[in-house]
């Protein structure tokens, strides 16, 4: 509604002010992602590097010709390996979360600007769904109903 009102007065259809704003937000996106997206792979190179590091000093301690000394400073640096290592990780799965956040949001962007109003309109076809409500109508005995109600019941609540 706003958009048409803006739209006539800037005598430019609505469609086009809608268009404008949504490819605003995927470039704004775009940069977001970008970085996260570069971040996320220097963390994983970050963390290969790490686990060559840890591989060496594990062959070093298999070593049976190694000082008792030694074998206490290969411990504890593998010890400060294996934490940077979790580090790492829990840095990738932050990067991760970053990712798919953007990723949702672009793709419910354009419901959230109406240019989908549901799906239907895509051609979109819940195909459980209908196969359960096939299956409630053509139950044997009301039991069986009851039961396939309350397994569909379940199965929203589980994908929900």
Known sequence: MATKKRGKLEEVG??????ETLQKLRDSHSVISKRAHRRLREVSDGIVRVQELIAEVDEQLRDPGQPLNRRGELIYQRDRLVRLASKLRSE????????????RTLADMPKKLGLIIDKAQVGYRDETKE?????????????ARKELIRALELFKRAIA
């Open 14 to 19: 609505p469609e086009s002010i809608v268009n």
């Open 131 to 143: 196969a359960m409500l096939k299956a409630i109508e053509n139950a044997p005995t009301s039991e």
């Open 92 to 103: 990738a799965r932050a990067e991760t979360r970053v990712i798919i956040s953007i990723n």
